[in-house]
């Protein structure tokens, strides 16, 4: 008798076969052909891509693009197509399961952890942000209201911010997570402030201390649960991010203590749509350890009894427009960043840009500025114009 079972080598290609036939269906909803022809459409070059992005979500379409499995010429209009059709929301790995419940049950973001992004993100070589960035080295988003070119957008929202914080020249400020300083710089020297900066970042608090010569502005590498000192204005730009939900209330906390009773605290942080909702787990594992978006009803319980929420302005449009400026600059700087990284940091840098590029095209996450009070402005808080 004819032995008809098949191999495993044989087997293959009908589960890829399977698999690959489903997830064509999902992207057809979104315009997005396997094997097309236009820029956002994705070129598989090893068929264990779709199993690998099916059973590890982004995580493993991440791995799988660092790896070179696939391309998409225009990867920021791939992930707008994917996220804005929802396609990504129908893929529920139960192998990331681990990961969503260690971020509900654990403090990633201890003091003893805090540190770890540092180290991971912002530490990697002050060269590739020199590159990347503007000249004031501004890494947040953007305000391109007005604005044509990466610079003008981050003047632009630096001088929003401090018009936002109504500063006057003698006034002390608190920037919590502080990067390089480019806050504390500009109103430094455009708005005559003294200012304190807070950074988990030994190499953002060495070259932002250089750059920030001959002004009223110190960098202090700590934890902002161990802070306590009184200013006249507190922001905290980017940075609310990496506080992690089991912690939004002692950050509040500590804001609080440090705000006189006159003063004004701005956040500006990017926010998600769905309160349990868990952090990406390519972006966790990649670019920013234990990150954590907090959520509009995350924010105001953690403000409760501590903060009159005056202002909420959302411009998280500007932050595709940043991203891809970012990008712009990326790779005409990759020449000579090459002898330092990787042709797979290369690609993952790339995968990181643009992917988040998509997300905020798609309005999938959110930019907000929130500007709060301890007891509320008298007569209300009027925005700047």
């Not at 939900?245 to 701005?266: I, P, Q, S, W």
């Amino acid at each position: 008798m004819k032995d008809t079972s098949l191999t495993e080598t044989q087997r293959r290609p009908t589960r890829h076969g399977g698999a690959r036939a489903m997830v064509e269906e999902m992207l057809v909803h979104a315009d997005i052909r396997v094997n097309g022809n236009r820029p956002w459409d994705i070129r598989i070059h090893d068929d264990r891509t779709i199993e690998r992005a099916l059973g590890y979500g982004n995580l493993g379409l991440g791995e799988a693009y660092m790896d070179g499995w696939w391309d998409a010429d225009s990867l920021d209009e791939f992930f707008y197509r994917l996220l804005s059709h929802g396609i990504a929301k129908r893929i529920q790995p139960l192998r990331l399961i681990f990961h969503a419940l260690r971020v509900r049950l654990l403090n990633l973001q201890s003091t003893r952890r805090s540190w770890q992004v540092g180290e991971a993100h912002y530490d990697i070589g002050n060269d590739l942000y020199q590159a990347m960035l503007d000249r004031r080295m501004t890494y947040t988003c953007g305000y391109w209201a007005e604005a044509q070119t990466l610079e003008e957008a981050q003047e632009a929202k630096l001088d929003l911010i401090c018009r936002k914080l109504q500063l006057e020249p003698g006034m002390r400020m608190l920037d919590i997570g502080c990067g390089w300083g480019s806050l504390m710089q500009f109103a430094a020297e455009r708005y005559g402030v003294e200012c304190v900066g807070l950074t988990v970042s030994k190499e953002q608090a060495a070259l932002g201390a250089e750059r920030c010569k001959g002004l009223p502005v110190e960098f202090r590498v700590q934890d902002y649960r161990e802070f306590d000192e009184k200013f006249d204005r507190i922001a905290s730009i980017g940075m609310f991010e990496h506080v992690g939900r089991k912690n939004h209330r002692v950050y509040m906390e500590m804001a609080n203590r440090c705000l006189t009773d006159e003063g004004l605290f701005l956040l500006h942080t990017i926010g998600k749509l769905r309160t349990d909702s868990t952090p990406d787990a390519w972006i966790d594992k990649y670019i920013f350890p234990n990150g954590d978006l907090p959520s509009m009803a995350q924010i105001g319980a953690a403000t409760e009894e501590l903060f009159v929420i005056e202002d909420v302005h959302n411009f998280g449009a500007d932050y595709d427009r940043t991203l891809m400026a970012w990008h712009a600059n990326f790779e005409a700087a990759w020449p000579r960043l090459r002898h330092r990284y990787d042709h797979r940091f290369y690609r993952m840098w790339r995968y990181y840009l643009l992917s988040c590029a998509g997300a905020f095209r798609a309005r999938d996450i959110q930019l907000w500025q929130i500007v709060m009070s301890k007891n509320g402005v008298p007569g209300g808080y009027r925005r700047p114009a």
